[in-house]
Every structure is written in C-alpha cells, then in structure tokens.
C-alpha cells in the first residue's frame, strides 16, 4: 500500500500551462503556513506545492515583502509557492494577482473556505459562496489579470448538500479555474463532523480540471482511501502537516523519521522563526504550532500547557529539552482533542 501509494502522489500533474512533480501538497493555514514553517517543510521536502498564508487583497498591492507579517516569502520558494488572497471585490483580488504574478510565485489562490467569523463578517471566504454570482465574478476577474495558475479552495457551503458544490465548482472552471481545491465540510462545521470524503467525489466528476482532496488525511491509508474512493487528482494536507512537516517526504519518498526527529524539528522551527520575525512574532507563531505538535504525544497536553506558559522563546526550548529528557510515549494517530 505504501509503495503504491508513494507512486499515485508521485505523478506529475499539469495546473494551468504548469506542472507539479508530486500530488501532495501543503494545504493554506492561515498563521501556521508562514514563511519559517514553510522554510522548515522545504528542508525535508517531498511535496508538490506549498501555500502562503491567507493575505488580505486589499493590502497586497502596497505591502512590503520584508515588514509584512503575512505577504512573506523566500525567493527560492517561489516556483513551488502560490499564495493564497482573501476578498470580496474582484478589481481589488484581480489587483492583488498582478502583484502575486509579477513577484515570480507560481501561482495564486482565492479562499472561499475560511468560516472564521472574522472574515465572514467581512463578507470574505467561505461567506462569499452566498453569492454565487459574486465569486464566479471574482474568479473571472483574477483569471482576466493573470496568466499563472489559477486555484480556488472552497467548502461545501451552508448547508449540507453537494449539488451547489458541483454547481459552483462548474461555474468557477468556466471562469478560469485551473484547479479546485475542497474541503467537504459546510461552514458552520468548524471540524465537529468528519467530512463527507463522498462529496469531493462529486465535484470531481463535475469539473475537467485537477481537484484536490482536503479534510481529515492523518496518515497514509487515510491518504490512499480519499484518492481511491473519491478519484481527486491530489491531496492538499494540513494539520497532519503541522504536527510532522517531514510527512511529505514520509509518504512520496519513503523518507523514514529517526527518534530525534520530533525535538530537532520542533527547535529548527524556533530557530527560523526567530530569523524572520522579531521576538514577540516568533514566539507567538511558535506556540500555534506547538498545539498541533503536542498531538503526537500521549501525554501532550503538558507539553502545550508548558510551552503556552512560557515567558518566551528560550524558556520554550527549555521545555522542549525537558520534555524530551525521557522518552515520550508517541501515539499513532494525532491526538484528535488538539486537532479539532
């Protein structure tokens, strides 16, 4: 099963007038899918593509690569990076592509799939897919100022039925699309229900363009059960990502983590993190981590609770030296109580 699997995501697949060597890719995290971590994940590599963090279109035109907190990036990444934006005003998302195109990333990324009432309320990602119209119009728009790939990451909606899903995703390939990337999940459901995998199934066989399967992919049989039982082109992974970044090389190079790769891993991050931010921004961005990294461990609520607790980024590392004193009791599966 490994090895097929390992040779399912090693597939090269084109997006666009462009092509990706390997079907898994890193899913957008808004805070987490910065540039320190995806420095982090890039040293083990074995991914096809990484996303930026969710960037405001409204601001993108005019901010500065090397001050902003989130339009953040190494140049080095750029041909494997496509960034995602937020918003709900196709001239200002089509203005934010040009910036995207003319900095060299390999493609750009529109968030229909954000249920967080912060951007709901502003009438941006998952909240636009009220309006069919206005995110077909959006789509149209950026397609219309860019010639680089095109995704669009979108749930399910507000209610539980994947007719619009299949409707929409339609619409959004006749607007341009090069890919889709869903996650089967309606808003409301941060991740209190398993996601309907069926679903991506559905939109799939409604669309010609590559679509990505997104939700709840934890480990290899979960990864070769969504290709298998929904027929996507890939798979985009999150929190599984966060908790073990060398998991792309695990699955599509059969690249084997020895036992100090949780700790060296965890302190790397740090140490990145500390290079492109200032303290306060570090530490901050490094205890969201710790809370996805604490699932590995049967006993990981101390470890978050300790690293949460800490003055600062020293002291953290400090209490990763502890924890990892002794040998930590690993569980296989994440701990679902920091996934949720």
Known sequence: MIRELARQLNRSLSIGHKT??????????????????????SIYGGYGLLFSEMCSAKRIPRENRHTSSYFKWRDEECPHLVCQIFGADPDIMAEAARRIEQEGFFGVDINFGCSDGSICR????????????????????????????????????????????REIAQRFEDAGADALTFHPRIAPDRRVRPPKWEYIGAVK????????????????????????????DGVAIGRIAIARPWVFAEWTENFKPGPQIFLESALQLARLLETHYDSTK???????????FAANFQFGHTLYT??????????????????????????QRPNMNFFS
């Open 122 to 165: 502003q009438n941006c990602g998952v909240a636009v897919l009220k309006t069919p119209d206005l995110a077909t119009r959006i789509v149209a728009a950026v397609r219309k100022a860019v010639s680089i790939p095109l995704f669009v990451k979108f749930r399910l909606g507000w209610k539980d039925d994947p007719q619009p899903s």
């Open 306 to 331: 300790r690293i949460s607790n800490a003055h600062d980024m020293t002291a953290a590392k400090d209490v990763l030296h502890a924890f990892f004193d002794t040998t930590p009791e690993m569980v």
């Open 282 to 292: 570090a530490f901050r961005r490094f205890k969201r981590f710790a809370f996805y």
């Open 20 to 41: 990706i060597e390997k079907r898994l890719v890193m899913s957008p995290m808004a805070f987490i899918g910065n540039i320190a971590f995806r420095e982090l994940v």
């Open 205 to 232: 066989q409604s669309v010609s363009i590559p679509v990505f399967g997104n939700g709840n992919v934890f480990d290899q049989h979960d990864c070769a059960i969504m290709l298998q039982s929904t027929g996507c």
